[in-house]
């Protein structure tokens, strides 16, 4: 199987970790210009409208790199989106990377088959994290692009 052509521009084949807290708008930058797909959690932006205000700075700075850089262009970007039932403003969240039709969703806690819809509405693409071969047959059933196979002690899995 081919990889999705969202690939095609990196260098290393390499997601950064959407790390809590630590990751934000500077650190995908740095990330997706040098070649890897730069990550970050949704609700690592507080108050939620800040958001909007990370998506808007991600992707003035990239379209400006790859203008000055077109013989290296930055890599795709990604937003984590916790899709637990407990995440009260996913739906929020997903509004917004709609706006900005994030390229990558990589979704953590449960997979969504409305939420893989959305993405591949404005073109992006799913990738889920997954624990066991259990939740990664689910994933692929409700319709993710991508599995990325974490321990299960891994972020919010423990």
Known sequence: MA????FDRLRLP????????????????AQCKAGVVGSFPALNARPQS????W??????????WDRDNPDRLSAPYAV???????NDRLEQDIATCAKWKVPITITSL????????????W???TLHDVIDDRFAR?????????????AAGAGGHA
């Open 110 to 121: 449960g997979a969504r088959e409305e939420l893989n819809q959305a993405v591949h509405s």
């Open 3 to 6: 990889l999705p052509p969202i």
């Open 55 to 64: 998506l808007h700075q991600i992707t003035e700075e990239l379209a400006a």
């Open 123 to 125: 073109g992006g693409i």
């Open 80 to 86: 984590n989106q916790i899709v637990h039932k407990s």
């Open 50 to 53: 800040l958001l909007d205000e």
């Open 14 to 29: 390499v997601i950064g970790s959407p790390l809590f807290i630590v990751s934000g708008p500077e650190l995908v930058i």
């Open 138 to 150: 689910k994933a692929v059933e409700k319709g993710a692009d991508g599995l990325i196979p974490v």
